[in-house]
Each structure stands twice: as structure tokens, then as C-alpha cells.
């Protein structure tokens, strides 16, 4: 078994330290009226709800105002990715100017998702280096990946999704330097959540994010999986890396106690959601090509369980052990513990 470690964080802490140097905003809207403001947040619930159903369901705990900053986020993340995975010579002159366009220090009022982004970063003083920072995280999306081990992939997902983590708390509006470490976290067992459910997208594309390692230790041939169905190397693969993904929720879990009710109930839900995933691809036999896992309405127990253990926990002034637990795996404690001994 594949144990989550203390230095596979260490770059994780060090880029939340970098960033968190930076505080200049730095963008302003454009000459833009109320009318086309709302018109962007529109665009940008509409676009989180068509293609983040997990997100749009666990922004429902948040305020008004913060729902809208974090539909605008999730919306700029969404064009951020498409085009920075983007191939060819056009593709990347399409980046080029997107990242100017993001970056720009008056926000373009002809682009609902950049302008309502703009509005966010503004509301919830948002830095330009972490939207810098983001950036860059996404810009290795366009790079032929090949990671050897499974920390490689843990830094990878560092770079793409830490920084997501950030102006998350802001938004929430969260400036405990503890939280920042667990938010980032999390939103690094999200992105690797992400990489086991899009095995079948991504290699369709091109691409393959598993460990070099892991894939000649257990001779896996992609190819073969996709035509044949799971082999006992292939089982034995996604077991240890989905295994991973659990350890790194839950080294995110104290994180939860730290946040305000609103955000914390998001944050379980989100975890849940997700977590069913990797719950729907053992439940497959592991068999990603003919049964990809997606979104499903069964899912929402998962996500009720988890709030009513962060609420009982508020109403008895106590901490969860585990909020995404199943009551099988290792405890909190337990995962924590070996993080801090490796």
C-alpha cells in the first residue's frame, strides 16, 4: 500500500507561502453597467451547474453573494482548463491571449467569464498571483505528461488545484493560515479524483496521468484494458491510487472544523461527491473504459450523511472524526499521524 507522506507536502506549503506573499488585487472592471454584470453571473451558474453538478450542489450552503464569486470561480476554471489542454499552434495562441486577457489590469466587459471573474476577485480580494499561479498550475495541461511515481502526480495536482484552494477561502472569507493548508489539500484529492475519473477522456486524447511506475510494475497496457476490460494488474493499480485519494481527503478532513458552517457543509458535500466515484469505479470491477464514473442522484445520501455528521458536530461543539468516512480504512488520526512521521 501506497502511504500519503509528510514531504509530499512540502511543496504544497512551500507555493501556499509563496502566494500568500502576494496581496495585490490588481484588476478592475471594465466600463461595464449592472445590467451586463448580472448577464456574466448568469452566464457563469449556468456553465457551473451544466459542468460541475458536485460544485453547484454544495455552493447551495453558501451565501448569496459568495454562491455567485464561487460559480464566476468555477466557471473561469472550466475555459482555463479547456484551452490550456488545447493542441496545436492555434490552441496555444488561444492561451496566450486568454492568460493576457485574465491578467490584464482592466477586466474585458465583452467576456462574461472573464468580467464575472474580474467582479469576484474584486468582491473577495483575490490576488493576482494566485490567479498568476493558477495559470501556470494549468499551462502543464498542454505538456505530454509522464509521471514516474505517485508523488509526482501529487505535485502535479499541487500545481493545478492549490491555488483553487486559496481564493476558495477567500471567498469563503477565511484568512486562517491552518485552513489555507487544509484547503489546499483538498483541493489537491480533488484533482486527483479527477485524474482517475477522466482515465477514459484522457487517454481518447493522448494523454496519460497514472505512474510510469505503477504502470510497469503491474505491465499494464491501456490499450488492452480498454478493449479487454480490468486484468489483476490493472485491479491492483487503481486499488493503491484510489486508496491514495482517500488518504489525501482525509489528511484535508480537520480542515472542515476550521471553516464557517456554510463553507464547511460545502466542502463535505463536495468531498462525498466525489468520493462516490471512486466508490462507483471499485463497485465496476475498476472498469473505467466501459462503465466511466459520473454524477449520480444516489450520490446525494453519501452527501446527506456527511452534512448531518458536520452538523451534529457544531451543535455539540466537537470535531468529526471522519466526515467522508464509511467506517472502513484507516482513521483520521491514523493518516494524520503517518503523514507527520514520513
Not at 87 to 110: H, I, M, N, T, Y
Request: with cysteine.
Amino acid at each position: 500500500m501506497t502511504s500519503v507522506r509528510k514531504t509530499w507536502f512540502t511543496e504544497l506549503e512551500t507555493k501556499i507561502a509563496h502566494l500568500l506573499g502576494e496581496q495585490a488585487v490588481d484588476v478592475v472592471l471594465g466600463d461595464c453597467d449592472s445590467r451586463q454584470l448580472r448577464q456574466a453571473h448568469r452566464h457563469a451558474r449556468r456553465l457551473t451547474w451544466g459542468k460541475f453538478p458536485s460544485i453547484a450542489l454544495g455552493a447551495l450552503f453558501l451565501s448569496s453573494e459568495q454562491r455567485r464569486s464561487y460559480f464566476a470561480m468555477a466557471a473561469f476554471l472550466r475555459r482555463a482548463d479547456v484551452l490550456s489542454e488545447a493542441q496545436g499552434s492555434q490552441a496555444r495562441q488561444d492561451w496566450a491571449a486568454f492568460c493576457a486577457s485574465v491578467l490584464a489590469k482592466v477586466s474585458p466587459r465583452e467576456d462574461s467569464t472573464l468580467l464575472a471573474f474580474a467582479d469576484a476577485r474584486i468582491c473577495h480580494q483575490i490576488p493576482l498571483a494566485w490567479v498568476r499561479g493558477q495559470l501556470a498550475g494549468l499551462e502543464t495541461g498542454h505538456l505530454p505528461p509522464e509521471y514516474r511515481r505517485v508523488e509526482d502526480l501529487v505535485a502535479y495536482c499541487i500545481d493545478v488545484l492549490a491555488p483553487t484552494g486559496l481564493m476558495a477561502l477567500r471567498i469563503f472569507g477565511v484568512r486562517d493560515p491552518q485552513a489555507e493548508v487544509y484547503g489546499a489539500r483538498f483541493a489537491t484529492a480533488v484533482q486527483f479524483n479527477d485524474v482517475l475519473c477522466d482515465i477514459p477522456e484522457d487517454y481518447h486524447e493522448g494523454r496519460c496521468f497514472l505512474p510510469t511506475e505503477l504502470l510497469t510494475q503491474y505491465e499494464i497496457d491501456l490499450e488492452q484494458v480498454r478493449l479487454h476490460g480490468p486484468q489483476p494488474g490493472w485491479r491492483a493499480l487503481m486499488r493503491q491510487l484510489i486508496d491514495v485519494n482517500r488518504q489525501l481527503y482525509i489528511s484535508a478532513e480537520p480542515g472542515i472544523a476550521l471553516l464557517p458552517l456554510g463553507a464547511a457543509l460545502m466542502t463535505a458535500v463536495i468531498g462525498a461527491l466525489y468520493q462516490a466515484q471512486l466508490a462507483d469505479i471499485e463497485a465496476s470491477d475498476y472498469d473505467v473504459f466501459r462503465q466511466p464514473p459520473k454524477f449520480r442522484l444516489r450520490h446525494l445520501l453519501s452527501a446527506g450523511r456527511c452534512v448531518i455528521r458536520v452538523l451534529r458536530a457544531r451543535c455539540t461543539q466537537g470535531r468529526p472524526e471522519r466526515v467522508w468516512s464509511s467506517g472502513s480504512g484507516p482513521s483520521q488520526g491514523e493518516v494524520l499521524a503517518a503523514v507527520e512521521r514520513m
